[in-house]
């Protein structure tokens, strides 16, 4: 038997007119997998976020590739429809959410295709391509790069995500503007700046970044935090959820 849903806390942000969109505090773990009292406490979340965004919400088994895959009908709630690390819709019936902590969420919509996507940018993820594959997959679906809004949610900051020298090296290689260093000095990524620079590269110049860093500020989940101290910062994952409205 599982309690009552723990209320989600969603910072709203705005997507454009006839979108909802937002990213869960830390009060409410998505995860099903990660974090105490999973599986049943996620899918409590999870029932929580529905109610809040009005419509089933889809997931996806993130795997930190490039692939993306569409939803186009409702799912079982808090099911994952695939294996991938992007969803998109068309449909008004359903929401779709990516789940991070300390991966860069990214939330994209050309309310006037009617298109909006969620993204799962980690390090890997990145470099694979993952942001430039969802916004060609929107293309396909009638959307313009010029009309596109992305807003970049909370993750790890460049001034405190460190990495050895060597893979600093790699990943800003692959993705220009990433390399930088830490607040104490050392190598370091800056992801966020990574995803930006990609969305510009394709044309998407609407773009806000919420700024929030996971591992400095315990309001968000933190894999790095929780693995640091885990008595202060319980792991779990926090969702980046859009939707489109009802027209009328």
């Keep these: 038997m599982t309690g009552p849903a723990p209320a989600v806390d969603l910072l709203e942000v705005d997507l454009g007119p006839g979108v909802l969109a937002g990213f869960t505090r830390a009060g409410a773990n998505l995860s099903v997998v990660v974090g105490p009292g999973v599986p049943d406490a996620g899918r409590a979340a999870r029932r929580s976020l529905d109610a809040r965004m009005g419509v089933p919400v889809a997931y996806v088994e993130q795997v930190h590739g490039a692939d993306i ?3 186009a009908v409702a799912p079982e709630p808090g099911a994952h429809v695939g294996r991938a690390d992007a969803l998109l819709t068309t449909e008004r019936t359903v ?4 789940l991070v902590a300390d991966c860069v969420p990214v939330l994209l919509a050309d309310p006037l295709a009617g298109v909006v996507a969620a993204v799962h940018a980690g390090r ?4 694979a391509g993952v942001v430039p594959a969802a916004v060609r997959a929107m293309q396909v ?3 313009d790069p010029r ?4 807003v970049i949610g909370p993750s790890v900051c460049g001034a405190c995500y460190e990495v050895p020298d060597a893979l600093r ?3 800003d290689a692959a993705v220009p503007g990433t390399a930088t260093t830490t607040s104490w000095g050392t190598p370091a990524l800056d992801l966020p700046a990574g995803v930006r620079h990609q969305l510009m590269t394709c044309g998407v110049t609407g773009v806000v970044d919420v700024g929030a860093c996971t591992l400095s500020d315990d309001g968000w989940f933190s894999h790095r935090g929780s693995v640091a101290a885990p008595a202060q910062r319980p792991p779990g994952r926090f969702a980046g959820v859009v939707r489109l409205l009802p027209t009328g």
Excluded: D, H, K, Y
């Design 69 to 71: 895959l569409e939803c």
């Design 95 to 98: 929401a779709v959410a990516v």
């Design 124 to 127: 890997r993820g990145l470099v």
């Design 141 to 143: 679906r009638g959307a």
């Design 147 to 150: 009309r596109v809004r992305a």
């Design 169 to 171: 090296a790699e990943v």
